[in-house]
């Protein structure tokens, strides 16, 4: 029988890097402003980490007292200090660590080839935080196919199956790795149509190759043959004969020349005279996903690049005057997307066409550059037909959300109700000139007095990365 102490023996390390005793390294983390000193000793790194002890050996000697100075100033002193406490004493604590730290410590455990560490925070990101991994997904799905996080790719690809749009439909989807777009459009369950998806990677395509015409018609033989050398990975998984045939002439016949021959003759064929055989291999209509995917945490009820299920109980909390907001799993509403500008437009026309005389609306826009969140609820909707006039309620607000860097959440409620909602046509959303649309892919703050206080430190019109709006109703189990 053998009889362990691993908790003393790890207690007894992290006491060893705390007092810095006969240290022979200093590691600096941080900038110069926040930089952080770790003491800490290179028989430990050897046998703990050989990345770190590897940098140790190349290092110089910095002083008389023989003590080696290894700087990191592009990793944070708080990530650090997680890292080096799993070198000395093999324990994470991350109670009440934000998510964004937790993958920024992801990211440096793997930079450090800490494979142990890896894998084990690639489990609890998956178990702990699905919401902000579904918040982030484009982010995260990036990342996981640059780093090789195979849990994170198993997750995001399952997700990927039924909800396509988290990707294809986000800003950094023209950013995606070559073997990312490949490892999705390859899939037998992918919910999309044949047609969107030769769409998304003809938009892929054309984003990498910078010098194209912006007008197909004034493309010449080698521009098509840029794109399809920058294609030839995603083009063999397009299930082309499961397209129809008017999308054939719409959407394949302009770039007819990214096909073989063989291939394009067979697929018009294959149009004219289904039961005549052909040469090219057909690949089976991609499968209807018709069961649930396993359920993580109450995950992905909502359909949105900008806010979580975390923020939705919030506002979904604030609709009810609840004082204390629900939990995810008992939020009494659904949200249903019925505009998304990355995806729709962002002109004021395609608002009207698409929410006018929409009850129970949530409009929530990401200012770009920034984690901000902002947002408005309104019971009563917008109606062109009262345009350039205030419409009444007691029941509006607008807020700001916590986001990243973003602390705290700001509600604003309706202080005016009869100036809590303009219907003007040259606007869009509007929460009586408190918050509102400002041209395409800008919004405004004002405080016109209407709502309680502001939801950003500063007035005036902003850009935005996305704006979406939610039609919300009671859930029919509720």
């Known amino acids: 029988m053998t009889l362990n102490f691993y908790e003393n023996l790890s207690n007894d390390y992290i006491k060893l890097l705390e007092n810095g005793d006969e240290h022979n390294i200093i590691i600096e983390a941080g900038e110069s402003l926040v930089m952080h000193t770790f003491k800490v000793h290179s028989t430990v790194l050897r046998y703990r980490c050989p990345y770190l002890y590897d940098e140790f050996k190349k290092s110089t000697i910095n002083n008389d007292d023989n003590i080696r100075i290894i700087q990191k100033p592009l990793i944070s002193a708080k990530v650090f200090n997680f890292i080096i406490k799993y070198i000395y004493g093999a324990t994470v604590n991350l109670e009440k660590v934000e998510t964004s730290i937790i993958f920024d410590l992801l990211m440096t455990a793997n930079q450090f080839q800490l494979e142990e560490l890896v894998e084990r925070l690639q489990t609890f990101l998956i178990e702990n935080h699905p919401s902000w991994l579904k918040l982030k997904f484009s982010k995260i799905y990036n990342s996981s196919f640059q780093t090789d996080f195979k849990a994170l790719q198993n997750f995001c690809d399952d997700i990927i199956a039924k909800h396509p749009n988290l990707i294809f439909e986000s800003n950094d989807f023209n950013t995606l790795p070559e073997a990312a777009l490949v490892s999705i459009i390859q899939r037998d369950d992918l919910q999309l149509e044949e047609s969107k998806i030769w769409d998304y990677i003809i938009q892929w395509g054309t984003t990498q190759n910078k010098t194209l015409p912006s007008n197909l018609n004034d493309w010449i033989d080698k521009d098509f043959q840029n794109l399809k050398n920058t294609l030839q990975q ?27 021959k063989t291939l394009w003759f067979n697929i018009l064929k294959y149009s004219m005279a289904p039961d005549k055989p052909i040469t090219s291999t057909i690949l089976p209509p991609r499968k209807k996903v018709t069961t649930q995917l396993p359920n993580r945490g109450n995950t992905f009820q909502i359909t949105s690049s900008i806010i979580s299920n975390e923020h939705v109980a919030e506002i979904a909390s604030w609709i009810d005057k609840k004082e204390v907001i629900y939990d995810v799993n008992n939020n009494p509403y659904e949200f249903n997307l019925i505009l998304r500008g990355s995806r729709d437009g ?5 608002f009207w066409n698409l929410c006018n005389q929409k009850t129970n ?3 929530v826009v990401k200012v770009k550059d920034t984690d901000e969140i902002l947002g408005g609820y309104n019971p009563i909707g917008w109606n062109s037909n009262f345009s350039g006039q205030y419409s009444e309620t007691n ?12 602390k705290n959440s700001v509600l604003s409620r309706v202080k005016v109700s009869s100036k809590a909602i303009c219907n003007y046509s040259g606007h869009g959303s509007d929460f009586g000139n408190d918050f509102y649309t400002h041209g395409n892919q800008s919004f405004c703050i004002n405080y016109n007095e209407g709502y309680e206080k502001l939801i950003r430190k500063t007035t005036g019109k902003f850009s935005i990365d996305n704006y979406e709006v939610f039609q919300i109703s009671k859930k029919k189990n509720i």
């Open 346 to 350: 962002f002109r004021r026309d395609v």
């Open 395 to 406: 029941d509006s607000f607008i807020f700001s959300l916590k986001n990243g860097n973003i």
């Open 361 to 363: 609306v949530v409009v």
């Open 234 to 260: 995603c083009l063999p998984h397009i299930r082309y004969f499961q397209i129809s045939n008017e999308t054939i002439l719409e959407k394949l016949f302009p770039f007819q020349q990214l096909l073989d």
